[in-house]
């Protein structure tokens, strides 16, 4: 089903979409903000919705359905999927089933292949509203939109634009998070959006402070907690190379998609982190007192053991040999 009309509904998406699109990406996203805030669009509306997925109302969603498709039999195998009712099995096995989008007539069935463009259909009644309504021209104020997420970027009047925000959001019956919704001014404030912080940065030759992106705090700690969790004490006994294996692909997919801005410190810590827990993973492996640093330093990790070290990789960016 999504092979035969995800083409039909591509074409109406906007440009400022781009989630689950072929040739869009999170990164292009945050490239899109990053290069409207050095444009003079200071102000940023930082926007949060509750629970987007869970309560998109399926009358208006088969609305927007129904503009681009005729057949009866496909919209009620659509109306189907929406009020389909979900499985899941806890911990001890219970089967666990649940009629709430049935009953409350709202929500897509997240997991399932068709509820990302069901839920870029709808929020691009945000966008193009936000368009024809005047307000993009009107308030200077432009919209960046990655599934749930998005962000409303001006040249000034940021508090109109996000109390005309709450207004359509209003009339699409969906609720904006008012504890995470904020406006940031810059140069003084940053915000986070699809995982990196945008806002000053400063630069480590000269110390020029600049606006940028680069990996939020929360991320790293992220990663941090997944390589903790892989070299605990209570290790699970493999050879080396299955557990260098493992770590290294952590640090590269992580790496992968934070590779915005500058990311030297942040690969910097993740490669002393990782050191040090494989280190330690190494210790209660072979029963080595003290903190093996003599017996396994850095150079021995990441040369003869192959752990990755993220610091190389920045060598091969662009801005690198820019």
């Not at 945050?30 to 200071?42: A, F, I, P, S, W």
């Not at 069901?118 to 691009?124: A, D, G, I, P, T």
């Not at 919704?181 to 940065?201: K, N, Q």
């Not at 699970?236 to 934070?258: D, H, K, M």
């Amino acid at each position: 089903m999504l092979v035969v009309i995800e083409p039909i509904f591509e074409a109406d998406l906007q440009p400022e979409q781009y989630a689950y699109r072929q040739g869009k990406s999170a990164h292009d996203a945050v490239r899109h903000v990053h290069t409207l805030v050095n444009e003079g669009y200071t102000e940023v509306v930082d926007a949060d919705l509750s629970g987007y997925f869970d309560t998109i109302p399926h009358s208006e969603l088969m609305k927007s359905v129904a503009r681009r498709i005729s057949d009866k039999q496909i919209l009620r195998l659509i109306k189907m999927w929406l009020t389909a009712p979900v499985e899941e099995v806890d911990e001890r096995g219970n089967i666990h089933r649940t009629t709430r989008n049935k009953d409350e007539k709202r929500g897509t069935p997240q997991g399932a292949p068709i509820s990302p463009l069901l839920s870029n259909l709808y929020m691009r009644r945000f966008v193009l509203g936000w368009k024809r309504l005047g307000y993009a021209k009107r308030l200077g104020a432009r919209v960046v939109n990655y599934a749930d997420d998005f962000v409303i970027c001006c040249r000034g009047g940021a508090d109109a634009a996000a109390e005309a925000m709450r207004q359509i959001m209003d009339r699409l019956r969906l609720t904006v998070n008012e504890e995470k919704t904020r406006v940031c001014r810059f140069p003084e404030d940053s915000f986070d959006f699809l995982g990196y912080t945008i806002g000053r940065c400063y630069s480590p030759r000269s110390g020029r402070a600049y606006i940028g992106t680069r990996p939020r705090a929360k991320a790293i700690a992220a990663a941090r907690e997944r390589i903790r969790k892989l070299t605990e004490r209570r290790w699970t006994p493999c050879p080396i190379e299955e557990q260098v294996a493992a770590i290294n692909r952590i640090l590269i997919g992580w790496s992968n998609y934070f590779c915005l801005g500058p990311v030297s410190g942040a690969y910097h810590a993740l490669d002393e982190y990782a050191c040090e827990r494989l280190r330690q993973w190494l210790r209660a492996k072979h029963k080595v007192r003290g903190r093996g640093i003599a017996r396994y330093p850095n150079e021995y990790l990441h040369g003869e053991v192959g752990l990755v070290r993220l610091t190389a990789r920045t060598r091969s960016f662009p801005w690198a040999t820019a």
